[in-house]
């Protein structure tokens, strides 16, 4: 890793796979493109947490006690048992949050944000109804909400961890090199319908930006965004730096009914 290595030297296959480090962490980015360096965490199960970092000055609900925001995964979703459900963020007193997941214990329709004028959540299709902790209120629903961790210490960011969303690169290889870049093969899991872009950066002390890819070997490196598909997305990326970080990035929207 010495500074002094030619520019031929850097790109050199072997050389390349040492110096250029796979970021084994995501960064999840909110519907207006803000990121957190982060890295996953791993549950004490061993199953990896994601961590969603939510900026509050970008929702003013969040930004006062009893505000409630819903966030999706999907570019689309399906009110009634939903392939993969949103899920609620509500700022209590004290700057408390509590992060539930959406899916109504009765028969799994999602359940609406907290509403601070009526002390509840509530679904919709049979009336149950829920605190902002995601307890059971009043049925027909017998159990409670399931409620996600999460990490406040001040300022303006609240991290929500979530279980089950595997956001770490599977495989990184070169696929082929000049003396001026090296065409990189990333692999990684996706959910179908989930929006993944890939983010760079030479070290974690710089903000993350968008790497522009191609999902064939010899394409063009001229797209930003991939949906998931359920299973292994491969990706094609032009590194011109013989050094840095790859992340895989799941887009996450605030959802409304």
Request: aromatic share 10%; charged share 15%.
């Amino acid at each position: 890793m010495s500074p002094t290595l030619s520019a031929s030297a850097l790109f050199d296959r072997r050389n390349f796979v040492k110096l250029f480090t796979l970021s084994s962490a995501a960064s999840l980015i909110s519907g207006k493109l803000w990121t957190a360096r982060l890295l996953a965490d791993i549950g004490p199960d061993g199953e990896p947490l994601a961590r969603i970092p939510i900026k509050l000055s970008d929702y003013p609900a969040l930004q006062s006690a009893l505000g409630s925001v819903q966030f999706k995964f999907t570019a689309t979703v399906n009110t009634t048992n939903p392939l993969y459900y949103p899920f609620t963020l509500t700022r209590a007193e004290d700057d408390v949050f509590y992060a539930v997941d959406t899916r109504c214990s009765h028969q799994g329709c999602i359940v609406d944000p907290y509403l601070a004028a009526d002390f509840r959540m509530t679904c919709q299709c049979h009336g149950s109804e829920y605190s902002y902790r995601g307890e059971v209120i009043s049925g027909p629903a017998n159990f409670d909400l399931q409620r996600y961790a999460t990490e406040f210490t001040g300022g303006d960011t609240v991290t929500v961890l979530l279980p089950g969303l595997n956001m770490k690169i599977h495989s990184i290889h070169v696929q082929s090199n000049t003396t001026s870049a090296v065409r990189v093969r990333l692999d990684f899991p996706t959910i179908i319908g989930g929006r993944y872009r890939i983010r760079f950066s030479e070290d974690l002390n710089n903000a993350p930006q968008d790497a522009p890819f191609s999902t064939t070997p010899a394409g063009v490196t001229n797209l930003t965004q991939i949906l998931g598909i359920g299973g292994t997305q491969t990706v094609y990326v032009d590194a011109a730096q013989p050094r840095g970080f790859f992340a895989v990035a799941l887009i996450v929207d605030e959802f409304s009914f």
